[in-house]
């Protein structure tokens, strides 16, 4: 689909000029019905287009976070198990097990919330050998909290993306509307003024350099009775 700005733009560019050569009583013009459809549907559009990119940020923020909790989970059990490795030394193969020395720290949420929560009954078990080497128990303790955090993000960011995913459907839909009303009236612009070229270039129909890069959209000047 064309870039949301363009069609946007578009949308706004054929609404002043529709308004501009309405019909009236005893003079040709675009009817009164296609200039309401196009502001209504121009409207819908802008919303849903702010209301797709405010999700699109919303899904971005989380999954930030959810690094975030991740690479601190990642260091947190990285640490525990260093703890284990200076008190008991590599050679322990029996503790080296029970601490998980050797798996390898997978980048995953569920794995990550497993292996924290497991991570903590058996640092808190061996509490007394790993305070010799910088682990505390508050330390121990945020292993759960890391665990339920992380769990916690994860299921937002979840959320977040289906969000993105209907409201991302609900601005094609509504661009989509957009664009053919927009098509619509240009099409009666064509027949009404097809021996007038300025009217026909306000619509953009003659004129207007394909692919022209266009400002940015601005608000539709606004309709005086």
Request: net charge neutral.
């Amino acid at each position: 689909m064309e870039q949301m700005d363009e069609i946007l733009q578009q949308g706004i560019i054929t609404l002043t000029a529709a308004r501009k050569h309405a019909a009236s009583d005893g003079t040709d013009g675009i009817a009164d019905g296609q200039i309401k459809t196009l502001e209504g549907q121009l409207g819908e559009a802008g919303l849903k287009n702010n209301e797709q990119q405010a999700a699109v940020q919303k899904a971005a923020g989380l999954t930030q976070q959810q690094n975030e909790k991740m690479a601190d989970s990642t260091a947190a059990i990285k640490r525990i198990r260093e703890a284990a490795k200076g008190e008991y030394g590599e050679e322990n193969k029996a503790l080296m097990k029970e601490f998980h020395v050797g798996d390898a720290v997978t980048h995953s949420v569920k794995k990550l919330t497993t292996e924290l929560t497991y991570l903590q009954g058996v640092a808190q078990t061996h509490n007394v050998d790993l305070a010799k080497h910088g682990i505390r128990d508050v330390e121990i303790q945020g292993l759960g909290a890391l665990a339920s955090s992380l769990s916690g993000i994860d299921a937002e960011q979840e959320i977040a993306k289906k969000q993105q995913k209907a409201k991302t459907s609900e601005r094609d839909a509504a661009m989509k509307a957009l664009r053919r009303t927009i098509a619509r009236v240009r099409h009666s612009a064509k027949s009404i003024f097809a021996d007038d070229p300025t009217v026909l270039a306000e619509f953009e129909l003659i004129g207007r350099a394909k692919g022209a890069k266009q400002p940015p959209p601005t608000p539709p000047p606004t309709q005086t009775k």
